[in-house]
């Protein structure tokens, strides 16, 4: 099960860090990621981490911005969002995928395996 927290309303240019609380013990073996969906749209690929976290990825329109890291003592991964945008403006889930090897990392909506609830942000103008 994925808990995802820290969503909220902010002005553009300011930051939120959103949480997503993993319960199982095998939380250090699945690739993290997150993905969004803005009322009217289809969910998109946000970010993603393996599950060693040496490797991230994000979609190009977060890049420089968007955060991604992972507690594995805490069975928690982080999305650090700054100088947010309206467009930014969305329903935030956190996923997890099945990986085969430390580095593995999802790249799109389709590749994750587990979805959690969605926070929502709204990043006013």
């Known amino acids: 099960q994925l808990q995802a927290s820290g969503g909220g309303l902010v002005q553009a240019g300011g930051s939120l860090r959103l949480s997503c609380a993993a319960s199982?013990?095998?939380?250090?073996?699945?690739?993290m990621g997150w993905c969004r969906q803005a009322p009217g749209k289809e969910r998109e690929f946000v970010a993603a981490?393996?599950?060693?976290?040496?490797?991230?990825h994000y979609t190009d329109s977060v890049k420089g911005r968007f955060t991604i890291s992972r507690d594995n003592a805490k069975n928690t991964v982080y999305l650090q969002m700054n100088s947010l945008k309206p467009e930014d403006t969305a329903v935030y889930y956190c996923?997890?995928?099945?990986?085969?090897?430390?580095?593995?990392?999802?790249?799109?909506?389709?590749?994750?395996?587990?979805w959690g609830q969605g926070t929502l942000v709204t990043v006013s103008s």
């Open positions: 996923a997890a995928a099945r990986a085969p090897y430390s580095d593995y990392f999802p790249r799109g909506v389709g590749s994750f395996d587990y």
């Open positions: 199982t013990r095998t939380f250090s073996t699945y690739a």
């Open positions: 981490m393996g599950w060693s976290g040496g490797s991230t």
